[in-house]
């Protein structure tokens, strides 16, 4: 008898081994001598066959065990779903085959009341909060529970996903999350300092990617923790200056993305990644001169005025907004048909910090023909074809030059916004900085 449990032992350790290393041929092996085996879990985690593939992202594996009628929430000693655990570890193509196979996104854990979309945003996988969200629109926990209610779960410290993810400085999911509904100004309960905001959070963690993102947003820098703390002031303590500057109240206020008008919400996502660029830009700029201690100003795009001139002559003026005279037009206003740079159609929208009491929003107007903007374009760019006809009709019109029309006839209300220079790439934060008092993920345990 005891040489039978030791061999059961052996088999048992060989599929775990199997399953973890990707190993399809030795796990199916073992399954055909003992099928089992499929329900033995590891003896201190109390995890499954599928937790470990989930885990390791062994796609194939993950893929034969739920073949084999394998249910996809089955649970590990502290409630924990292999969906939790690919969450955790990042693996994409395991969180999309378990999703596709039923798992419940809308299951908590027992050790911090989490789910899969904490895990993701905790441990800054942002290509799984995704899928995680997009998962969420499709299914019945929209219908059931409410899309907005699904992404600002909290868990058993009252902590939302977008806390987690400003806490660990994780960008990129913050982000997301704010991207999808997200509430910036949400307060924790336990987690961290009680009362706590997304913005507390971040300036706790040091992440200036993370702060600019939530101010971006619309983050209060006067909101209070229960400790009667703003954000600028957990900054000071935890001495991130930088980030303190930016947080300081006095400095000048952000332009904020106006998520609550409609065609902003509705923009296809090529025109929406041009605003978004071209806002996170002019805070750039703001950052800048707040960071050098020094009034604002605005400065060209194209670096010197020499370089200005040297440029004149490849652009064509027609491509050119005719509100700042420094950008190529980018966007279209639909129905109308006029065109404007980035920078000057963030200008129509969110040039001021919208008041959060205000229930209803005021619709921007097109410039040229004020009528209302419905819908925002990525603007078609012109061939050489059409640039040569439209010079062709307007070649005996006198034409100013760039500088003196930018200096004569440039909307004063736009000048904030003009010269924002070049579109780069956002810089992406990372780190992973556990809370204090807070249960850390360990790697999985295989001890069997």
């Known amino acids: 008898m005891g040489q039978g449990l030791s061999c059961r032992t052996s088999e048992k350790k060989e599929l775990f081994s199997a399953v973890q290393l990707g190993d399809l041929e030795t796990v199916e092996e073992v399954l055909k001598r003992d099928s089992s085996l499929i329900h033995h879990t590891t003896v201190y985690d109390r995890s499954s066959a599928l937790h470990v593939a989930a885990a390791s992202g062994q796609i194939e594996v993950l893929s034969l065990l739920l073949d084999r009628s394998v249910t996809p929430d089955i649970l590990n000693r502290h409630k924990q779903t292999p969906l939790m655990l690919a969450a955790m570890h990042g693996k994409i193509s395991c969180v999309t085959k378990l999703i596709e ?61 977008l806390h987690l993810a400003a806490r660990q400085g994780c960008s990129e999911c913050v982000h997301v999350l704010l991207d999808n509904g997200a509430i910036v100004y949400a307060s924790t309960d336990r987690y961290g300092y ?55 109240p006095s400095a000048a206020e952000p332009l904020v993305w106006p998520s609550p008008l409609k065609f902003i919400t509705e923009l296809n996502h090529e025109a929406k990644a041009l605003l978004e660029r071209a806002l996170m830009e002019a805070n750039r700029e703001r950052e800048k001169a707040i960071l050098r201690g020094t009034v604002y100003t605005s400065t060209s795009p194209l670096g010197s005025e020499s370089r200005i001139e040297d440029n004149a002559s490849e652009a064509s003026e027609t491509d050119l907004c005719c509100i700042c005279f420094d950008q190529e ?120």
């Open 329 to 448: 037009c980018t966007i279209e206003v639909q129905e109308c048909g006029h065109r404007m740079c980035a920078q000057c159609t963030l200008a129509l929208c969110c040039h001021n910090k919208p008041n959060p009491t205000t229930s209803c929003h005021s619709i921007p107007v097109c410039p040229f023909c004020r009528s209302n903007i419905v819908r925002l374009v990525v603007a078609k760019v012109k061939t050489e074809n059409e640039k040569d006809s439209d010079h062709d009709v307007n070649f005996t019109k006198p034409q100013k030059s760039w500088r003196s029309r930018k200096s004569s006839e440039g909307s004063s209300s736009f000048r904030g916004l003009s010269g924002l220079g070049s579109f780069r790439r956002m810089s992406r934060g990372s780190g992973r900085i556990a809370a204090e008092n807070e249960w850390v993920d360990k790697p999985l345990n295989l001890d069997i």
């Open 101 to 161: 196979a039923g798992a419940n996104i809308l299951m908590f854990d027992s050790r911090n009341g989490r789910t899969c979309l904490h895990y993701a945003a905790y441990y800054g996988h942002s290509d799984c909060l995704q899928v995680i969200l997009s998962a969420a629109r499709a299914s019945p926990v929209a219908a059931s529970w409410g899309y907005s209610r699904f992404v600002n779960t909290r868990d058993g410290k009252g902590a939302t996903a």
């Open 194 to 248: 009680p009362g706590s905001t997304p913005l507390h959070l971040a300036a706790r963690s040091g992440s200036l990617d993370c702060i600019r993102e939530l101010l971006a947003w619309g983050a209060e820098r006067l909101q209070i923790d229960a400790a009667g703390r703003i954000p600028y002031t957990v900054a000071l303590r935890r001495h991130h200056r930088a980030c303190a500057a930016l947080l300081n």
